[in-house]
T-cell receptor, first 113, second 114 residues
Framework: AQSVTQPDIHITVSEGASLELRCNYS??????LFWYVQSPGQGLQLLLK??????LVQGIKGFEAEFKRSQSSFNLRKPSVHWSDAAEYFC???????????FGAGTRLTVKP | DVKVTQSSRYLVKRTGEKVFLECVQD?????MFWYRQDPGLGLRLIYF???????EKGDIPEGYSVSREKKERFSLILESASTNQTSMYLC?????????????FGSGTQLSVL
């Protein structure tokens, strides 16, 4: 069965510092990969997605993610974090019809002034 | 604007009660999902449906059932609520016709079982 692992439960970075959130997946076919963000008291918002083509994908709010098939990873990055990026981030993997989407446990990001 | 609407934002029930969580989407999506969200565990898939009257178990279906009589509505049923079902429940929908479409989420129902 497909699964997603986010090894870091909680990360703290200083405002202006770079960020990398890790995601590893297990999926038996071609994976469709997603990063979602959930701000406090808010619903989940899609940051970016990957299904084919260029392995470096750009998303909203200055985020990007790189798909590495050999490592089964889809790590999320941002070169300079803003205080408003404090939130919980979820990596997800699904199949072609999106009817078996699985999420990781999430990484909570704290941004220090 | 597209919408996934969950009928209740907060719900308090007693142990042993039958509980219905309702979800309606207005996007004509084929896929609908029920997840529960718990701290440290992320979102875990309870059930999903890819068509009317069709359902598939997710990773944690025990203690839950679902109903999809109409395309726009997907109900989660707790036959006999227990305290370990206290959680945030999220409904989502997605289009099946195109690959790699995102999920649209409702705002969630925080269920407390006392």
């Amino acid at each position: 069965a497909q699964s997603v692992t986010q090894p870091d439960i909680h990360i703290t970075v200083s405002e202006g510092a770079s960020l990398e959130l890790r995601c590893n997946y297990s999926y038996g076919a071609t994976p469709y990969l997603f990063w979602y963000v959930q701000s406090p008291g808010q619903g989940l918002q899609l940051l970016l997605k990957y299904f084919s083509g260029d392995t470096l994908v750009q998303g909203i709010k200055g985020f990007e993610a790189e798909f590495k098939r050999s490592q089964s990873s889809f790590n999320l990055r941002k070169p300079s974090v803003h205080w408003s990026d404090a939130a919980e981030y979820f990596c997800a993997v699904g199949g072609y019809n999106n009817n078996d989407m699985r999420f990781g446990a999430g990484t909570r990001l704290t941004v220090k002034p | 604007d597209v919408k996934v609407t969950q009928s209740s934002r907060y719900l308090v029930k007693r142990t042993g009660e039958k509980v219905f969580l309702e979800c309606v989407q207005d996007m004509d999506h084929e896929n609908m999902f029920w997840y529960r969200q718990d701290p440290g565990l992320g979102l875990r898939l309870i059930y999903f449906s890819y068509d009317v009257k069709m359902k598939e178990k997710g990773d944690i279906p025990e203690g839950y059932s679902v109903s999809r009589e109409k395309k726009e509505r997907f109900s989660l049923i707790l036959e006999s609520a227990s305290t370990n079902q206290t959680s945030m429940y999220l409904c989502a929908s997605s289009d099946q016709g195109r690959a790699n479409e995102k999920l649209f989420f409702g705002s969630g129902t925080q269920l407390s079982v006392l």
